[in-house]
């Protein structure tokens, strides 16, 4: 099993190989995963970074991504508590190391400052270690 965030989520959706990288993986995510992504895809598109059809495709590459949700009923108590060991204001990014600490799997990241400062609280892996 290991945890998927927004940042490798939305990368792996403007690719051409999409999530297959996740295929035969018990891939998960908090509920935050879908509208970060979302908020993601269509602040690119506005910004005019990418087209419209790329921005369709990788919405619905997501939509069907083979990441399932997982909320563990500590999930916000354990994001608030790494939230606070790292220093960070905002419990966002703390959402997916909570939940690879509370599942005991490693979290799937191109995020520079989670790889950077989650280490310390759950195993990191980038897509090279896939």
Same mark, same amino acid.
């Given at each position: 099993?290991?945890?998927?965030?927004?940042?490798?989520?939305?990368?792996?959706?403007?690719?051409?190989?999409?999530?297959?990288?996740?295929?035969?993986?018990?891939? %998960?995510? =908090?509920?935050?995963?879908?509208?970060?992504?979302?908020?993601v895809?269509?602040?690119?598109?506005?910004?005019?970074?990418?087209?419209?059809?790329?921005?369709?495709?990788?919405?619905?590459?997501?939509?069907?991504?083979p $990441?399932?949700?997982?909320?563990?009923?500590?999930?916000?108590?354990?994001?608030?508590? %790494?939230?606070?060991?790292?220093?960070?204001?905002?419990?966002?990014?703390?959402?997916?190391?909570?939940?690879?600490?509370?599942?005991?799997? =490693?979290?799937?990241? $191109?995020?520079?400052?989670l790889?950077?400062?989650?280490?310390?609280?759950?195993? $990191?892996?980038? =897509?090279?270690?896939?």
């Open positions: 099993m290991l945890v998927v965030d927004a940042s490798f989520a939305v990368a792996a959706a403007m690719t051409r190989e999409g999530l297959g990288r996740l295929q035969g993986r018990e891939a %998960v995510a =908090p509920a935050l995963l879908w509208s970060e992504a979302t908020s895809l269509h602040e690119l598109l506005w910004r005019k970074t990418i087209s419209a059809e790329l921005a369709k495709t990788a919405f619905e590459t997501l939509r069907h991504a $990441i399932r949700l997982r909320q563990p009923g500590r999930l916000l108590e354990e994001a608030w508590q %790494v939230a606070n060991r790292l220093g960070w204001a905002k419990t966002y990014d703390a959402e997916y190391l909570a939940l690879a600490r509370l599942l005991h799997c =490693p979290l799937l990241t $191109i995020d520079a400052r790889t950077r400062a989650g280490g310390l609280e759950a195993e $990191i892996l980038g =897509p090279s270690d896939l």
